[in-house]
Structure formats: structure tokens, C-alpha cells
T-cell receptor, first 113, second 112 residues
Framework: DAGVTQSPTHLIKTRGQHVTLRCSPI?????VSWYQQVLGQGPQFIFQ???????GRGNFPDRFSARQFPNYSSELNVNALLLGDSALYLC????????????FGPGTRLTVL | DQQVKQNSPSLSVQEGRISILNCDYT??????FLWYKKYPAEGPTFLIS?????DKNEDGRFTVFLNKSAKHLSLHIVPSQPGDSAVYFC???????????FGTGTSLTVIP
């Protein structure tokens, strides 16, 4: 079975640009969560989507948005990129919405210059 | 503010000995805890979980202990193996269990 996949693997953008990151969950999983991990820190929760609806949001500005599609894949969008948005963006999928083991993808490394 | 803390950035242990990784939390509403292992260039991999109704959970060489009064949990790995060398994150969730707060990680090195 395929695990969680994310694309692209690496991305370089300049300040002010917009970026879209993509995630495909494990087959049968209906929940997708997004995390930001900056160097030396643990992952920070950005969003959870379950059954195509936003079910949780972390402490991130409105420049961050996401959506989940009918096939449960998800996109994370970040507008007006700042240097501080440089990080590893992780996607995690789980079967249910609550108290479920989360399976992480390998992440997308975003560098903002 | 960091609600989940791992105060030891790194730990070195001899192969075959016990590895003990510690994690402290500040939010008394946290009721579900997990440990993840992360290798370079990979996403975190789930290891073991524990809910607040228990104080211990075991899975093979891995045991997690929860001390609710001290707001402290620990992961014991016995015996430690070189393949256990990785960064270990603890994570916690409150009430709904859909938003996880992660610690900053402890880098474990198991010396052959």
C-alpha cells in the first residue's frame, strides 16, 4: 500500500509569491492534517480537514489556507510568502477525525528567498 | 508558548542498554499522547501512544509511562539498537484529539 505522498519535494520561491503544496493520503483515510516544521523545532499544527471540511486550525495567519477534495487529497496554499515561511511542510493522514494515529508524508521543503 | 517540551536535545546510549526519553507538558487538558520517530529526509513515524486513563503502555521494546500529576511522560527503549538512532518527538492532544502539539525533539544516538 502506498503511504502518504506529497509534492513537490523541494520548492524555492521569492518573497511575495504564492505557493501550493499537495498531499495524497493513504487509501481509505479521510482526515488530512498539515504541519509546519522549522529547523530545530517540532511540527506545528496548521490545519485539519476531515470529510472535506476544515475541522481544526492552528495559530497561523490568513495567508495560509487549505482545502480537501472529494478523493480526500488536499492542498495547502500560502500567499504573500515571507522569509519566515521557509520550513518543511508535513502532511499527515488518519482514518478518523479524533484520537487517531497519524501517518506522515516525507514533507515538502519550502525555501523563500 | 511551548506546551510540550523535550528538554534534552540529544542523548547517547550504548547498544543493548536502556534509552529513556523525557517529555513535559503544561496543558492539563491534554489527554492523549504519542511518540514519533523521525529519520532524516523522512516524515515522522508513529511509535506508540497512551491515553490519560492509563499510566503505562507497552509495545515490544517500547514502553511509554505517563505521570499526570507531574505532567510528564517518558519513552523507554529496551534494549536499544543502532537502528533506533533518530530524532524522537512527543506529541499531545486535548479533548478532541484532532490537533497535536509537538515537542522540539530529542536526537538519540545508539552506539554499537
Amino acid at each position: 500500500d502506498a503511504g502518504v505522498t506529497q509534492s513537490p519535494t523541494h520548492l524555492i520561491k521569492t518573497r511575495g509569491q504564492h505557493v501550493t503544496l499537495r498531499c495524497s493520503p493513504i487509501s481509505g483515510h479521510k482526515s488530512v492534517s498539515w504541519y509546519q516544521q522549522v529547523l530545530g523545532q517540532g511540527p506545528q499544527f496548521i490545519f485539519q480537514y476531515y470529510e472535506k471540511e476544515e475541522r481544526g486550525r492552528g495559530n497561523f495567519p490568513d495567508r495560509f489556507s487549505a482545502r480537501q477534495f472529494p478523493n480526500y487529497s488536499s492542498e495547502l496554499n500560502v500567499n504573500a510568502l515571507l522569509l519566515g515561511d521557509s520550513a518543511l511542510y508535513l502532511c499527515a493522514s488518519s482514518f478518523g477525525q479524533f484520537y487517531n494515529e497519524q501517518f506522515f508524508g516525507p514533507g515538502t521543503r519550502l525555501t523563500v528567498l | 508558548d511551548q506546551q510540550v517540551k523535550q528538554n534534552s536535545p540529544s542523548l547517547s546510549v550504548q547498544e543493548g542498554r536502556i534509552s529513556i526519553l523525557n517529555c513535559d507538558y503544561t496543558n492539563s487538558m491534554f489527554d492523549y499522547f504519542l511518540w514519533y520517530k523521525k529519520y532524516p529526509a523522512e516524515g515522522p513515524t508513529f511509535l506508540i501512544s497512551i491515553s490519560s486513563i492509563k499510566d503505562k503502555n507497552e509495545d515490544g521494546r517500547f514502553t511509554v509511562f505517563l505521570n499526570k500529576s507531574a505532567k510528564h511522560l517518558s519513552l523507554h527503549i529496551v534494549p536499544s539498537q543502532p537502528g533506533d538512532s533518530a530524532v524522537y518527538f512527543c506529541a499531545a492532544s486535548a479533548n478532541t484529539g484532532n490537533q497535536f502539539y509537538f515537542g522540539t525533539g530529542t536526537s538519540l544516538t545508539v552506539i554499537p
